[in-house]
């Protein structure tokens, strides 16, 4: 295993799918080269930012000023927050928006927020005009290493969690581990769930560091950039391997199929989150 990264470095992860491939760009205060990189992915593109009322406090000025300063054209597109935004009402607003706000096919939308916006996002972007480009900007511990890489997007039915969806890849990942500071602890630990999954999945080293520095990790720093760092990496090279879930993706379900049952039967309401489902 390597050892943890500084405090102040920014990993970048690839995410091998050919033509269709991308970086995972890991470190604190890597949203403010959001705009610069977007400059040189799409020149001239605009972008819509969708985002939830809670993170719309803390991150989107900051997301548009990033933006502004390399001479990006942006919106703004605000949902409520939680799993309710993940159904078809949800996915109408943000579709009409997107239409109004007259995305096209060569700009961009950005996902700024956990798992619910970047899934919603992700969707809506998916079905516009048969395809728009997404980066997402994920905002909680399990956004930044599970949903936001590998492309699955989709919503929720009264019938089941995730029932409807497309696979859209993004064209970037930015996540900034700084944002995890203002994430309350409930939903932190919620996404460290998903981080244990990696160890328990197969890396017994992975999984004994944690064990060792969960607290370093909750605290920030360094130990929190190598924990999702590592997590990345081990989701890239299943993904790369396995991009639609015909065989070894699978094994990233780990503890989702109860879960999801579990969330269907708490009204996908906040009385369970989605890395407790997956944790029970």
Known sequence: MT???????????DVALGTRAYDIVI????????????ADLRPGARTAIVTDRNVAIHWLEKTEASLSAAGIASSRIIVAEGEGSKTYAGLE????????AR????????????????DLAGFAAAILR????????PTSLL???????????????PQGKNLLGAFHQPVLVIADTAVLDTLPPRQFRAGYAEVAKYGVLGDEAFFTWLENN???????????EHAIATSCRAKAAIVSRDERETGERALLNLGHTFGHAL?????????????EGVAI
């Open 103 to 118: 995305i096209e096919r060569n700009d961009l939308v950005i996902a700024l927020g956990g798992g619910v916006v970047g």
């Open 93 to 100: 607003q943000v579709s009409e928006a997107l239409i109004k």
């Open 27 to 38: 470190g604190r205060d890597v949203l403010a080269s959001l705009g610069a990189r977007i």
């Open 3 to 13: 050892a943890p990264l500084k405090h102040s470095d920014a990993v970048i992860v």
């Open 130 to 137: 048969r395809g728009v480009d997404l980066v997402q900007v």
């Open 263 to 275: 969330e269907a039967a708490t009204g996908f309401s906040d009385r369970l989150f989605h890395g």
């Open 214 to 224: 969960r607290a370093d990790i909750f605290k920030g720093g360094a130990a929190r």
């Open 143 to 157: 956004a930044q290493v599970d949903s936001s890489v590998g492309g699955k997007t989709g919503i929720n039915s």
